[in-house]
């Protein structure tokens, strides 16, 4: 009986679950803001914690609505939890700006406006609920630093619930029960793609054939049963939502569908029969309540490169000092261990149909190493003792740090793949050739790097078409955690 209702309500329980923690974490955010200004700063008169009581109460509460508008208490998720990752930080700012503007503004608007102004009074209005006793006398390093506490604390602890997320979705508790109508490839495409994100808590239970699918499509994949049954095969399967992808079915038999599920009180979605658009970024505007769907346009973004070029120069210069101690060793332990050469190089594609060879540390037999797919196990005999050490620790992409200088490669882009793969590239493939590859990216972060990059290219892809510095930063951090274990992806 529980493991029923906690199945029924598992989004409604987490998300208070949620709520109650993000709110201790900001009041120990709040806390540790208050006690590391006491004794990290000399000041005669130390701060009492009964003077910041209201402060603290305030700053959580406004913390919790802007997280709440923002979306971060919305059962929705996205890849590696990136979109989550980035209303952490909005919502942290917001909520910044909003108690400086009660704190230091409205508090001293009456300087500024005439005493007989109705935006005046209008503002005082407004002011009253967030009034603070004794914020004059507030210290602005203290304030600051619990906001620092409060982003740094929270993203911790959503990773945290992140990882225990993905391990009950692992596990089968909250999931929802998906099937999909229609066998067409474009339907093959969707349900590889909710495979590939085990963290969106999706249990596929297979494909609900329809009369407008081939017979070829319905024999390659796991028909579990046809839509002319599917209150039977609902039931059956215990499948609580469908997402109908049938390209092929007309406007009317389309909308006799969605009447049909919703007859039999099944959640569905719809997946618009505009396959083209599927691999790339869309706008969509409301023309008195009818979707106009156009193609986003790419920017070029030049502040943007410029930054994350001017990080990339910066820090392979100081890996590559730092590692200038480590270079000298780990050169002799290759030599001696295996005869051949020091490095490694390969050409690989880099961005646009451009080519380049890219350096590692020799981590195989000189007579083993060739295009051929990269070791994905530790078992693989071509790798050498050092070798294993070296790829465990990420140390054999030391050297990559000079293709990042040369401008070859980034930090962080999609990885560099071989020649011969990119010639069998279609095209929603070759867009991952539209940035310059980096030594880590998402693929990397994902639960899915231990298999070839070409077989999980929607990384890749999710990347280029979403690129920023916060992703940057996101994919960096989780890079780090993953070579210490610490990530929630391994």
Request: proline share 4%; with cysteine.
């Amino acid at each position: 009986m529980l493991k029923k209702y906690i199945h029924k309500n598992f989004d409604v329980l987490y998300t208070v679950l949620q709520v109650w923690l993000d709110g201790f974490v900001v009041l120990i955010a709040c806390l540790c803001g208050f006690y590391s200004y006491n004794y990290l700063f000399p000041i005669e008169v130390k701060a009492r914690l009964s003077d910041y009581r209201q402060l603290f109460v305030v700053i959580t509460g406004i913390v919790l609505a802007s997280s709440w508008l923002l979306g971060l208490y919305y059962s929705r998720k996205s890849i590696l939890n990136v979109e989550e990752y980035r209303a952490i930080y909005k919502s942290i700012l917001i909520s910044f700006l909003l108690t400086s503007t009660c704190m230091y503004l409205l508090r001293s608007i009456d300087t500024i406006l005439p005493a007989d102004s109705t935006a005046l009074q209008y503002l005082q209005y407004l002011y009253q609920p967030f009034e603070i006793q004794g914020s004059s006398k507030f210290s602005r390093v203290m304030y600051l630093s619990i906001f620092a506490f409060a982003y740094l604390f929270m993203t911790m602890e959503r990773a945290f619930m992140f990882g225990m997320l993905k391990k009950l979705h692992t596990k089968g508790v909250g999931n929802i029960s998906i099937a999909v109508i229609g066998t067409s490839e474009t339907a093959v495409r969707l349900y590889k793609k909710m495979e590939i994100f085990p963290t969106l808590g999706y249990q596929l239970s297979g494909y609900i054939s329809h009369s407008s699918d081939t017979e070829s499509n319905q024999s390659a994949v796991p028909v579990i049963g046809s839509f002319d049954r599917l209150l039977t095969t609902t039931r059956r399967h215990r499948i609580e939502r469908v997402v109908i992808v049938c390209p092929e079915v007309s406007e009317a038999e389309l909308e006799h569908m969605c009447r049909t599920i919703e007859r039999y009180h099944i959640d569905y979605q719809v997946l618009p029969r505009l396959s083209h658009f599927l691999s790339r970024r869309f706008t969509v505007e409301t023309f008195d309540n009818m979707p106009l769907i156009a193609p986003a346009e790419l920017s070029e973004r030049p502040i943007y490169k410029f930054v994350k070029r001017s990080i990339d120069i910066g820090w392979s210069i100081l890996g590559l000092a730092i590692g200038a101690v480590l270079l000298p060793l780990i050169a002799l332990a290759i030599k001696l261990e295996s005869r051949g050469p020091i490095f490694f190089s390969q050409f690989r594609m880099g961005s646009g149909q451009s080519t380049f060879r890219m350096i590692k540390f020799r981590t195989m037999y000189a007579d083993k190493c060739g295009d051929e797919i990269t070791p994905q196990g530790k078992s693989d005999s071509r790798i050498t003792l050092v070798g294993r050490i070296l790829r465990k620790t990420s140390l054999d992409e030391l050297p990559q740090l000079l293709n990042v200088l040369r401008g070859e490669m980034s930090l962080i882009g999609p990885r560099p793949e071989m020649p011969f793969i990119v010639d069998h590239y279609d095209e929603m493939q070759q867009q991952r050739l539209d940035a310059r590859p980096g030594i880590t990216g998402m693929w990397q972060v994902s639960d899915k790097r231990k298999s070839p990059i070409h077989e999980n290219l929607d990384y890749d892809l999710y990347y280029i078409q979403n690129q920023s510095l916060f992703l940057d930063l996101t994919i960096g951090v989780l890079t780090i955690a993953t070579m210490f274990n610490m990530s929630s992806t391994d």
